[in-house]
């Protein structure tokens, strides 16, 4: 079985910034890759930003020059800084994994539970 956990959410005002964190844990073989999505109240979920093994990323257009995705390989941990913060920005934001358990060669996607951002003054 394998967790995904964030942290780091909370209320923030307009203008100002704040970390997300997201663990994994369990019986992980291999982690090909991590990633951030959000969903807004009446909104789809939007694809944030996503970081492959080789530490390569991805940033959607949309959050690209305010939110920042990095990884922390030996922790299997990946941390979303969110700069310059928007009303918009308000939502649940979810991790998510693309991983393999031990004793699996494929590797499927997992999710955590989300964590609630509030932008607001």
């Known amino acids: 079985q394998v967790q995904l956990v964030e942290s780091g959410g909370g209320l923030v005002q307009p203008g100002g910034s704040l970390r997300l964190s997201c663990t994994a844990s369990?019986?992980?073989?291999?982690?090909?890759?991590m990633g951030w999505s959000r969903q807004a109240p009446g909104k789809q979920r939007e694809l944030l930003a996503h970081?492959?093994?080789?530490?390569?990323?991805n940033v959607a257009d949309s959050v690209k020059g305010r939110f920042t995705i990095s990884r922390d390989k030996a922790k299997k941990t990946v941390y979303l800084q969110l700069n310059n913060v928007k009303p918009e920005d308000t939502a649940v934001y979810y991790c998510?994994?693309?991983?393999?358990?031990?004793?699996?060669?494929?590797?499927?996607?997992?999710w955590g539970q989300g964590t609630q951002v509030t932008v607001s003054s």
């Open positions: 998510h994994g693309f991983i393999a358990e031990v004793g699996e060669s494929v590797a499927r996607y997992y």
């Open positions: 970081v492959e093994n080789d530490d390569s990323t």
């Open positions: 369990g019986r992980i073989f291999r982690i090909d890759y």
